[in-house]
């Protein structure tokens, strides 16, 4: 199993540019999640999902938007990108909720 | 925020059991307590978590108080790739599903 997979692993964008990104988990977790980390900071919770075609937000959804076609797929897309928006993410998956599975995390910069 | 209060950092000799404190005094009866960790900007790896009784596994052991308004995680020996920040992390039930709120946890350093 490779378990949570996000791409691309680094991206610079400009400011006003739109992105996506992606989040794939092979465990047929129901729950998924994106979070943002600032650094010495704890994790954010942007948007989560309790299965397929259900999102919800979390803290921090202005900015951001998510949908859930599959179980094993949760993108995250940036629209009009912002300075704010400098940050790592990092996407994660659970069946029973506590205990997450993590990906690698995604560097974003925005200029 | 965060229901959770940690020290920012501590430090830690290499083969001595790691006491990493947490409060959380506004717990309530059916919240759980987690811990994570993560090294170097990788991504949060779970620990261990528990309700009321002490937990263990290969990791760690977990120590809740009675009154439930603390706990301490302890890595029983150990070892350099343990340098991490831990957070402890109060499970609570928010826009009617349960999620873990992250404060900023406590920076571990074990040193040789």
């Known amino acids: 199993n490779a378990g949570v997979t996000q791409t691309p692993k680094f991206r610079i964008l400009k400011i006003g540019q739109s992105m996506t990104l992606q989040c794939t988990q092979d465990?047929?977790?129901?729950?998924m999640y994106w979070y943002r980390q600032d650094p010495g900071m704890g994790l954010k919770l942007i948007y989560y999902?309790?299965?397929?075609?259900?999102?919800d937000k979390g803290e921090v959804p202005n900015g951001y938007n998510v949908s859930r076609s599959t179980t094993e797929d949760f993108p995250l897309r940036l629209e009009l990108a912002a300075p704010s928006q400098t940050s790592v993410y990092f996407c994660?998956?659970?069946?029973?909720?506590?205990?997450?599975?993590f990906g690698e995390g995604s560097r974003l910069t925005v200029l | 925020d965060a229901k959770t209060t940690q020290p920012t950092s501590m430090d830690c000799a290499e083969g001595r059991a790691a006491n990493l404190p947490c409060n959380h005094s506004?717990?309530?009866?059916?919240?759980?307590v987690y811990w994570y960790r993560q090294i170097h900007s990788q991504g949060p790896q779970y620990i261990i978590h528990?309700?009321?009784?002490?937990e263990t596994n290969e990791m760690a052991s977990l120590i809740i108080t009675e009154d439930r308004k603390s706990s301490t995680l302890i890595l029983p020996h150990a070892t350099l790739r343990d340098t991490a920040v831990y957070y402890c992390?109060?499970?609570?039930?928010?826009?009617?599903?349960?999620?873990?709120?992250w404060g900023a946890g406590t920076k571990l350093i074990i040193k040789p």
């Open positions: 465990m047929n977790h129901n729950y």
């Open positions: 992390i109060v499970r609570s039930l928010r826009g009617g599903n349960y999620q873990l709120i």
């Open positions: 994660a998956s659970t069946q029973n909720t506590g205990e997450l599975f």
């Open positions: 999902s309790v299965g397929a075609g259900i999102t």
């Open positions: 506004t717990i309530s009866g059916n919240e759980y």
């Open positions: 528990g309700l009321k009784n002490n």
